[in-house]
Nanobody
């Protein structure tokens, strides 16, 4: 069973930066793409960014393109989300997720089988 544990969320002022981490407890981490989503109160879960199994390809939602950067370290079974120029509307619970299929880069939440418990990011104005 895959366990994903996010960390790094906290209260930050608008314009600030944060780096989230997601550690995976699975030997096959390096054969799966990974992604980050977020969910704000009263809103649907939103895709943010995905990264291919080897880090060679990345994908971003328009809402975070140019501000957020996804990366991974397969030796550490960890995926990261670097967030810059944070805005109050970035306030949400942030989740990392692993797709159902190996090698496949997914962006639709329905294609993901494993989710972390989430980490809260709050951006004050």
């Amino acid at each position: 069973q895959v366990q994903l544990v996010e960390s790094g969320g906290r209260l930050v002022q608008a314009g600030g930066s944060l780096r989230l981490s997601c550690a995976a407890s699975v030997r096959t981490f390096s054969t799966y793409a990974m992604a980050w989503f977020r969910q704000a109160p009263g809103k649907k879960r939103e895709f943010l960014t995905a990264i291919s199994w080897n880090g060679g390809s990345t994908y971003y939602a328009d809402s975070v393109k140019g501000r957020f950067t996804i990366s991974r370290d397969n030796a550490k079974n960890t995926v990261y989300l670097e967030m810059n120029k944070l805005k109050p509307e970035d306030t949400a619970i942030y989740y990392c997720a692993r797709p159902k299929s190996q090698w496949y880069v997914a962006t639709d939440s329905a294609d993901f089988a494993s989710w972390g418990q989430g980490t809260q990011v709050t951006v004050s104005s």
